[in-house]
């Protein structure tokens, strides 16, 4: 099975950004749809991006409404990567980010659909 393991996040001022990394090992991330979602204090997880196998523009891409034009999820399947690039981040971005993968070819926006987790990367936006 793969294992996951997120890195990138830190503290940022408001307008800042952030670029996180999904690191996938034991298979290969290819075969993989990937999706990020994110946890604030007393909040569920939410979905945030996710995007399906594929390179370049071949991959599909979704997003949650309230990041798109400043989020932007990639893909680098010879680095076993997945990318989540945050620009003209706000406080409310703030949670722990977290990369789930599911062995299909399609997306989806929710948890229950992703088979295997890292444990997360702490985003902190100030204001």
């Known amino acids: 099975q793969v294992q996951l393991v997120e890195s990138g996040g830190g503290l940022v001022q408001a307008g800042g950004s952030l670029k996180l990394s999904c690191v996938a090992s034991g298979r290969a991330i290819s075969n993989y749809a990937v999706g990020w979602f994110r946890q604030a204090p007393g909040k569920e997880r939410e979905f945030v991006a996710a995007?399906?196998?594929?390179?370049?523009?071949?991959?599909?891409?979704d997003y949650v409404d309230s990041v798109k034009g400043r989020f932007a999820i990639s893909r680098d399947n010879i680095k076993n990567t997945v990318y989540l690039h945050m620009n003209s981040l706000k406080p409310e971005d703030t949670a722990v980010y977290s990369c789930?993968?599911?062995?299909?070819?399609?997306?989806?926006?929710?948890?229950?659909?992703?088979?295997?987790w890292g444990r997360g990367t702490q985003v902190t936006v100030s204001s």
């Open positions: 789930g993968a599911r062995r299909t070819s399609v997306t989806a926006t929710y948890r229950s659909a992703y088979e295997y």
């Open positions: 995007i399906s196998l594929g390179n370049g523009n071949t991959a599909y891409v």
